[in-house]
DNA sequence: TAGTGGTCTAGACCACTAA
DNA sequence: TAGTGGTCTAGACCACTAA
């Protein structure tokens, strides 16, 4: 059957009757909804167009699937990224957020790191100054909480500075890389991020086990000594529905 | 016809294929691909397939459809949104960025601004500190780019610091709502920005007239003056595909 | 007015989950 | 092994665009 012209979008229709169930508490975090051939039947509907109503409460990230099993209510824990956690500590507190986030007891794990020394890429290779045929370290690895992957992070220091040090090892010891890049002499004094946010490509997807259409943050830190030389490049990429970025600074 | 066990996906093959053709040019930034039924023929595929090929490359902000004319190669040009222009001036300079961003020469326009006296919402409400049935003033507006639609920013300010000010009036005067506040003694000494990353509401896609499957970013800024009390709250939904935001801190 | 993307129907088979 | 979401087929009519 057609759709009668200046009706209201049907899937649209299914998907505010669902998101109100939902917030009634007829479906709480974590339950299970009626499945997809319940829904065909109970809104007398095709399958396709259930599942846009569906597609499109996943895309609030209001709920999510699960192969085999079904569709679930999420729930939605920020983990609170503080990128100047110092500055924050002393003069600003926890508190003061419209997202009511609390102070986070989770512990962030590191997965293995991967150490390559190669060639860098050609943005990687003109921000740090290199030429192309320069060789770089890059150590990259994932984050996970309570056993879920959040975050990809791939840093990248000229070889030259890295040369000798533990940078080029697995444990850098205490302090890690800067305070590595500090003992040669190029000591950190000052940090830039860039932010974008944006869908995941596949390959991002499969990383961080990526529910469909939960975009992703692609957060890039350059890290500047006193002359202003960048020594080192992070690049991550973190589960935009579990995070909450935070930045302080002065007027 | 159902599908080959362990065949790669159809819609994936379809779409690596465009995004090829992409990069090597055959379709360059604002060509138009070719139609629906085209690529039906080409890739002898279902119209179903075929649309869910296109929204993949949609989702990693490759093309973007218009209705009734086709869909369309992306050109994405950032609007960097520097938090802290003051310091990042002197210091650092425009250059160091592995997305080779340069300096934006396009006008931020906004249009119209809304004024409302009413009372917050309960979030809106905790973190300035007020009962429920404190009044406070919004000041709503959003901002285009050369016509297109990016930002939309409201603004709450207690009723208590506003009263009797111009930011109770469209114009606001010379230093606009924060050169009031310090008028009223109430000066913002600090910031605190929090981001999140989504997919949007319909009433925001409308808004923002946002191409289908583009992310937001919903930042809420809290200015805080010399006694640390929360004297306004910015709350912004940003196209996702049109900003890079930055943040400049020291070590 | 011819052509476009957007929505929708009514099915099918697959890999995977959970008991 | 019964049930689930994921993918796919092969069509249809709609509002809208652009000439």
Redesign the interface.
Same mark, same amino acid.
């Given at each position: 059957m057609p759709r009668k012209p200046g009706a209201p979008l049907r899937y !649209?229709e299914i998907a505010d009757g669902l998101r109100r169930r939902i917030e009634e508490g007829e479906f709480p975090p974590g339950a299970r909804l009626p499945t997809e051939r319940a829904l065909v039947n109970e809104y007398t509907a095709s399958p +396709?167009t259930v599942r846009a109503a569906l597609g499109?409460l996943r895309?609030? +990230?209001l709920v999510e699937s699960r192969v085999g099993s079904g569709w679930y209510v999420r729930s939605w824990r920020?983990i609170v990224r503080n990128? /100047?956690k110092r /500055? =924050?500590a002393d003069?600003?507190g926890e508190g003061? =957020?419209?997202?009511?986030v609390d102070i986070d007891d989770r512990e962030l794990v590191a997965d293995g790191v991967q150490i390559e020394h190669l060639p860098a890429g050609p943005?990687?290779v003109?921000?740090l100054g290199l030429s192309e045929s320069d060789l770089v370290w890059r150590r990259s690895r994932r984050y996970l909480v309570d056993g879920v992957p959040v975050l990809r992070s791939a840093s990248y220091i000229p070889d030259d500075l890295a040369h000798g040090t533990r940078i080029t090892q697995v444990d850098t010891g205490p302090g890690g890389v800067y305070a590595r890049l500090a003992e040669a002499g190029f000591?950190? $004094? !000052? *940090?830039?991020?860039?932010?974008?946010? !944006? $869908?995941?490509?596949?390959s991002e997807m499969d990383d961080l086990q990526l529910a469909g =259409?939960t975009?992703?943050?692609e957060l890039?830190r #350059?890290? #500047?000594d006193a002359t202003g030389r960048?020594v080192e490049?992070n690049?991550m990429i973190l589960d935009?529905?579990r #995070?909450? /970025?935070? #930045?302080? *600074?002065? =007027?």
């Open positions: !649209r +396709g499109a895309d609030e +990230g920020p990128a /100047l /500055l =924050s003069q600003w003061n =957020s419209i997202w009511g943005e990687i003109q921000v000591k950190p $004094m !000052r *940090f830039r991020e860039d932010l974008r946010c !944006r $869908m995941p490509s596949a =259409s975009p992703v943050v890039v #350059y890290a #500047y960048v490049v690049r935009a529905s #995070y909450l /970025l935070r #930045y302080d *600074f002065p =007027s």
